[in-house]
Every structure is written in C-alpha cells, then in structure tokens.
C-alpha cells in the first residue's frame, strides 16, 4: 500500500554542490538512475558517491561493475588521486565484478533470474556493512540477455532487493544523445523513482558540463541544467549558479580606490565588500587603474590579490614599475598575490574553482581581475554569465572588495557582453573613454554608478604619468563621450545654455 | 578413453526453477554420458562466496569445467536438445541414445 504524503529523507552525497541542488541528497534507501552520453562522467559521478561516502561520512559502500573490470576502474581513478585498492584493503569499498567473462562462451537457454548477484550483493554489503551501492553501466544488462521482457523483470526484482536491503543506490546507464529520449530501450526509466543527467554538450566550440536532476519522485530538487566539472581529489563539482541566494551584507565602511581624486569623485571611495567595473577600450587605463587600486589596498595594509588574463607576469611587473608601483617587492611581503593566468588553459568552470580556491587560500581584502572580458573568449554566453554571478556573488560573501575591469568591443565604447551581465551586480561602475578634441585623443573617465552614495557626475579628462592617473578637470563644451560620438558646443553656445539653468551641482 | 564431464551448477535456494534446472541436467547426463560425468551443486543462498570467485550473475548457470574451454548455459535447461549441442554431450564417437 502506498503511503500519501511521505516525508523522503536525503542521503547527503557530499559531492561539492550537489546536495545542494538535490535540497540535502539522493532520496535515502532508494535508487537513483544517473544517465548521460558516452564520456559525460557517469562513472566518475557514481564513484564518487561511493569515494565521499567514506571519505566524509565514513559509509562503506560496493559497486557493481557491468561493463569495465575492477582493475580498470581502480587505475581511472587513481588519475583522481583516489586510492580505491587502500579503501578495499580497509574494508570501506568492495567491488562485485559482473563484467562479461570474455574467455567463457555464454549461452541463455530457459528461464533464469538473477539470484546469484543478489546473492552476492546481499553478501558483500553484510561484509563490509555498507549504505551505498552502485550499478555502473546497469544498462548494459540488457544487453547481454536475449529475453528482454525476462531481463527487465528481473533488473526491477534487483533494484526491489537493494531497497529491502535500505541501500542508496546510484545506477548508471548509457544514452545515444544529449537531449530527447532518457535511456535506450526507455527501460531503465521504470527501474528508478530518480533520474540525473549529465550532459557533455559542445556548444560554440566549447564543452560544457552540465547536471540535470530530471526527477526525484515526491521529493524536492533544484530544476534546470547546472554546470559542472571534475578537478583531481574533488571529483565532480558542481556549482549551483543560479541557485545562488542574495544573503550578502553591505557594508559602509569605505576603502581607498588607491587614487585620491578617484576617491572624492566616489564620494569617499569605494565600499569596503563592493563589487566595481571598470569599462573602458583597450589602452585607456584600466590595467592602470588596477594596479593603483591594488597599490593603494597595499598600502592601507590589506592584504591584495590580482589574477591577471591579458598580460604576462614581466609585462605587468613592468608596467606597474612604470607607475611606480613595486609588485615584487610587495609579494615579497606575502600581501600580494599576482596570478597571471591564459584564459585559455581551462574551461570557465575550471578557472571559476581554481580562483575560488586561490581566494580561500589566500584570504584577501581586495582582489582584481584585469580583464574580466578575456574570460568571455572560454565560455558560452550562458556560461560567462552564470560565472559571473557565481564568482561575484562568492566574494561579496567573504567581504571582499572586487575589482573588475572589462575591455569595450570597439575603441570608443559601447558594450561588451561582461557589462551587459556584470552592471545590474555591481555597486560601482566607471568608465574610461578616449575623447576625440580638436584632433587630439585624451582620455576621459566618469563615476557612472556608485550604489549608496553620491558621486561625482562630471567627466573628467586625466592623464597618465609615471606617477600614474592624474584626474584633471572636467572636460567642457562637448557632449556625446559615452556615446562614442563626441560633439563640441561653441562656447557661447555653452554659456547661453548655462545661463538658462542656474543650477551648480 | 572416454572424455569425463565435470559440471558446476549454480542455482538460488529450491525454488521450482532450480530444481527443474537439476532435474534437466541429472537426465541430460544419464541419457548422453552415463558415467562420464560430474556434477556439483552451488547453492548461491548458501554460499555466495562460490558465485562471487565464479563471477554468477544469473540463476541457474551451468558451467562446463571439463572439458575445456570452459562455457556457460544460462537457465533453466529446458530445451534439452540444444543443451546437449551446446555442451558437446554428443560426439562421433558416442553411442546413440537409445530411445
């Protein structure tokens, strides 16, 4: 008899971020069908429920292999930094081998049942008193038996035991594509209350991971695709983006943007666990205006963190020096951190928990990303946008000021896509412009935003010197800057509308 | 010399099935090669451990251990026929079964 309303209980798998997409774990002491392509990480997803389970909850746990032999799955993730033959000698992980034996021709004539892996199951799991399961590639079963209406009674007969026996159980099967029909033969469907898929899909070029809790039979769960990857020891890690709650604090305390002039056009300065964007075409000044705000967190006694995706660790050394502003010797005394990285070594995700890892080591006041936008040329759209949410909304989490700069599409301005999915999460936004006067080229910059207080409005004009940004006056008698297409005003022009508003600030 | 037969049969508990997988074998033995073979009996229930070291899935498995190659018929037997096929239980130098 069914039971109306029952509450299901969580098994907390302790994969990173899992959990909290499935709201606290698999369905306890039930099966959980994980589906995915050929290389979507099925394994890897499947082993780890085993590898965390002893690791952080001291479950022991069996796998049953179908498809890839014990041998082979000890050496695949051993490259994890897993060491599954030290789990085995210590009785956490038994494996039950039911790969196909090759050099013994098999033939079905008759009725069968598939008592003897019960058997053995029951068996291994009394051994080592395990609470987690897995099948992996249980769907290959079916290919290894003529009678399909007999095997499919018996893989639920199968899935029926490991319920008597309250196992969690995760249990994987192959499927042809990315979208569209769950499994082949749509059998396994009916084996699980609970299906997860991983998806491996090239998108733009690009491969993007992505795990998907498609249901968890009268329990609750995160909907939607949420992106994933695997790093070595960890395994899979997933990062619930959007699932990202806005809980930060704000804070009014103030902090030096490393420019005096900067500052009072801020209103005081930055706020202390702000996030600021910084726009502006190549050349500008951004990387200036980098190196200024770490220089001036420097200086406070902060302790400052850079990841730099444009240059190259001399040419930002250099450059700095330019400024007169020493990074090695401010390295030297362990309150800086300077991280030079091409975007494209990793994929996003990669560089999303590498630079949450650098963060948590490193336990900056203020950190830099010049440029924000080179990161753009690794990722989906989609992708970029959930990375920034994601990477933002983490440092405002551990209080931390943030800068980031991003590089316009054309050399007068307009909007790169970085803006486009940064403005609406930031607490302060400034331009840097090239302003065309009198065929000359200057350089412009504005305080466009600055959540909570007032700021300047103006557009001033600066200078770049070797004592770096000299902010000079505001430019008069043009209009259009932002717009790329600046206008000048004759100044009796200028005057005769002054004079209609009497109006100083 | 006549070639000896040695077979393990793997079968879960006394179910019908199991015992009709006996019953299938013990009559197949007798009709081609009386007296030329072996048989034992693995209860999986009992002694999971043999269906572990012997890689068993399903129930009944018979194994062929001798003569080699070694082979598995999965099942419950019933086509007594093709089993014989199967296991080799006929050769040219058999004798016909009389019947």
């Known amino acids: 008899m069914s039971q109306p309303a029952r509450f299901v209980e969580k098994l907390a798998t302790g994969i990173s971020g899992f959990d909290f997409i499935a709201d606290g774990g698999l369905p306890l002491g039930r099966a959980t069908l994980v589906t995915g392509t050929a290389g979507s990480a099925k394994t890897v997803f499947a082993s780890q429920f085993l590898a965390d389970g002893i690791r952080q909850f001291d479950e022991p746990g069996v796998f049953v292999t179908f498809e890839e032999s014990p ?38 004539i008759g009725a069968f049942d598939l008592g003897a892996l019960l058997a053995r199951i029951e068996q291994s799991v009394a051994q ?15 290919l290894r038996f003529p009678d399909l209406a007999m095997i499919r009674q018996e893989m639920l007969r199968v899935v029926a035991g490991l319920k008597r026996l309250e196992l969690t159980a995760v249990l994987t099967a192959e499927r042809m594509q990315e979208y569209g029909e769950v499994v082949r033969h749509g059998i396994e469907e009916f084996v699980a209350d609970n299906v997860v898929i991983l998806r491996n899909v090239l998108e733009d070029e690009k491969r993007r991971r992505t795990l998907e809790i498609l249901k968890f ?5 995160q909907k939607g695709e949420f992106p994933f990857t695997i790093v070595p020891e960890a395994g899979v890690v997933v990062l619930p983006l959007s699932a990202i709650e806005l809980k930060q604090k704000s804070s009014n305390l103030r902090i030096s943007s490393g420019n005096s002039e900067l500052d009072r056009m801020c209103g005081g300065g930055f706020f202390r666990d702000s996030i600021i964007l910084v726009s502006g075409a190549t050349g500008t000044g951004k990387t200036l205006m980098t190196t ?53 070594t990793a994929g996003l995700e990669d560089h999303l928990i590498g630079m949450k890892e650098v963060v948590e080591e490193f336990r900056p006041n203020r950190m830099a990303v010049d440029s924000l936008s080179a990161l753009e040329r690794v990722a989906t759209l989609r992708g ?6 994601s990477f933002t909304s983490f440092i405002k989490h551990h209080e931390i000021a943030g800068l980031f700069t991003s590089t316009t599409p054309t050399l007068m301005g307009g909007t790169s896509a970085t803006e486009t999915h940064i403005s609406t999460i930031t607490d302060s936004i400034i331009l840097l412009r090239y302003v065309e006067m009198h065929g000359e080229m200057r350089r412009g910059l504005t305080v466009l935003k600055m959540r909570g207080s007032g700021h300047d ?34 100044p009796s022009e200028a005057d005769r509308i002054g004079s209609l508003f009497n109006d100083e600030v | 010399m006549a070639q000896v037969f040695s077979f393990s049969l793997f079968i879960a508990g006394h179910s019908s099935r199991s015992e009709t997988a006996v019953k299938n074998l013990r009559s197949l033995c007798e009709r081609w090669i009386p007296g030329r073979y072996r048989i034992s009996v693995v209860d999986v229930l009992e002694s999971p ?18 003569p080699l190659p070694s082979l598995r018929v999965v099942g419950d037997l019933s086509d007594q026929a093709r089993v014989a096929l199967v296991l080799g239980l006929q050769s040219s130098d058999d004798v016909p079964p009389a019947s």
């Open chain 1, 71 to 108: 041998e082979d799955i000890r050496r695949n993730l051993f490259s994890l930094g897993w060491d599954i033959a030290d789990w085995e000698r210590r009785g956490k992980w038994v494996f039950i081998d039911a790969t196909p034996q090759p050099e013994e021709e098999s033939v079905v």
């Open chain 1, 128 to 142: 080592v008193g395990a609470r987690r399961i897995i099948f992996d590639a249980f769907g290959s079963v079916l």
């Open chain 1, 217 to 221: 039979r009268g329990a609750t769960h």
């Open chain 1, 292 to 344: 200024e705000f770490i220089a001036g967190g420097f200086e406070a006694g902060e302790r400052c963190l850079l990841f730099a995706f444009e240059e190259s660790r001399e040419q930002l050394f250099r450059n700095a020096l330019g400024w007169g502003v020493d990074f090695e010797k401010m390295e030297a005394e362990g309150r800086l951190k300077v991280m030079c990285v091409y975007p494209e």
């Open chain 1, 384 to 389: 970029f946008r959930e990375f920034v949410i």
């Open chain 1, 457 to 490: 409005k103006e557009i001033r004009e600066f200078g770049i010197s070797a004592d770096g940004m000299n902010i000079g006056k505001p430019f008069r008698n043009i209009y259009g800057i932002l717009s790329g297409m600046p206008r000048h005003l004759s």
């Open chain 2, 49 to 66: 451990e043999m269906a572990e070291h012997s890689k068993i899935l399903a129930t009944p498995t018979l194994v062929r251990l001798l």
